[in-house]
C-alpha cells in the first residue's frame, strides 16, 4: 500500500510538470502587479461569524473523523465484521464520492443556502451515527446502512463548508480564512481520533455513538442560528 501511495505521488507530481501550462517567475510578478491586494482588509480572526462557523466546523470535523478511527473499530469489534468486508464497506464511502458527488453537488448549488445544506448534512451524519446502536442481528447491514447514510451526509454538507468561507473572505485575506479554516479541521482530526477512542473503552461504543450524534445535532442548530442570523 505504501509504496502504491508513493508512487502515485511521485506520478501526480511529473503530470503535473507536464500537464499543466508553464508560468514563470516573470509572469507571476506581472499577475500581482495588474491584481493589486488590499493590504487594509480586515483580518478573517475579527470576522467574529466565521469565527462561530470555525468553532462548528471543529465539531462537525470530530465527528466526522470517526468514519476513519472509531467507526473501524466498531466494525470489528461491536459488529464482528472481517477485515475484508470491513474494507468493502469503508471502500463504498470512496467509491460512491467518486461517481455521485459532482453530480450533487451540480444539483444542489444553487437550489438553497449553504448554511442549509450544512444542517441538512449534518442532521444526516446525526442520523448515521444513531443507527449504529440499531439492534439488528446482521452486523454488516448496519455498517453498509450507515456508511452510506454518513457517506450522503458528507456530500451535501462538506463540498458547500469551502463555498461559504471563500463567499466570506476577499482577494486581500482569503489565505487567512483558508488557513484557519484548514486548523480547524486539523484540531478536530487529533481531538476526534483520541477523544473518540477514550470514550469508547470508557464507556462502550454504543454511548460513543450517542454522545457524537448528539454532538453532530448540536452543531446542525448552530449552522441553523447562522442561517437566521444572516436573514435578519
Not at 119 to 141: D, E, K, R, Y
Not at 160 to 184: D, K, P, V
Not at 189 to 209: C, D, K
Amino acid at each position: 500500500m505504501f509504496w502504491v501511495d508513493g508512487l502515485t505521488n511521485i506520478t501526480a507530481a511529473f503530470l503535473l510538470i507536464w500537464l499543466l501550462p508553464k508560468v514563470s517567475l516573470a509572469q507571476q510578478q506581472n499577475l500581482s502587479k495588474t491584481k493589486p491586494v488590499n493590504i487594509k482588509t480586515a483580518p478573517a480572526h475579527a470576522d467574529k461569524t466565521f469565527m462561530y462557523f470555525i468553532g462548528l466546523q471543529v465539531l462537525f470535523a470530530l465527528c466526522f473523523f470517526q468514519l476513519f478511527t472509531t467507526i473501524p473499530m466498531y466494525f470489528k469489534e461491536g459488529l464482528h465484521i472481517n477485515e475484508f468486508w470491513i474494507g468493502v464497506v469503508m471502500a463504498m464511502n470512496g467509491i460512491l464520492i467518486a461517481v455521485l458527488e459532482m453530480v450533487i453537488v451540480f444539483k444542489l448549488e444553487g437550489k438553497m443556502p449553504y448554511l442549509r445544506l450544512m444542517t441538512i448534512g449534518t442532521v444526516v451524519m446525526a442520523i448515521s451515527f444513531f443507527m449504529l446502536n440499531i439492534p439488528l442481528a446482521n452486523g454488516f447491514l448496519i455498517a453498509v446502512l450507515a456508511t452510506l447514510t454518513v457517506t450522503f451526509a458528507e456530500m451535501i454538507a462538506m463540498p458547500f463548508m469551502n463555498s461559504y468561507y471563500i463567499s466570506r473572505s476577499s482577494e486581500g485575506n482569503r489565505g487567512q480564512y483558508a488557513a484557519l479554516y484548514t486548523m480547524a479541521w486539523s484540531a478536530a482530526q487529533v481531538i476526534g481520533s483520541a477523544a473518540g477512542t477514550q470514550i469508547a473503552y470508557s464507556t462502550g461504543f454504543t454511548n460513543l455513538w450517542w454522545i457524537i450524534g448528539g454532538i453532530c445535532l448540536l452543531t446542525a442548530v448552530g449552522y441553523h442560528r447562522l442561517q437566521l442570523s444572516r436573514k435578519r
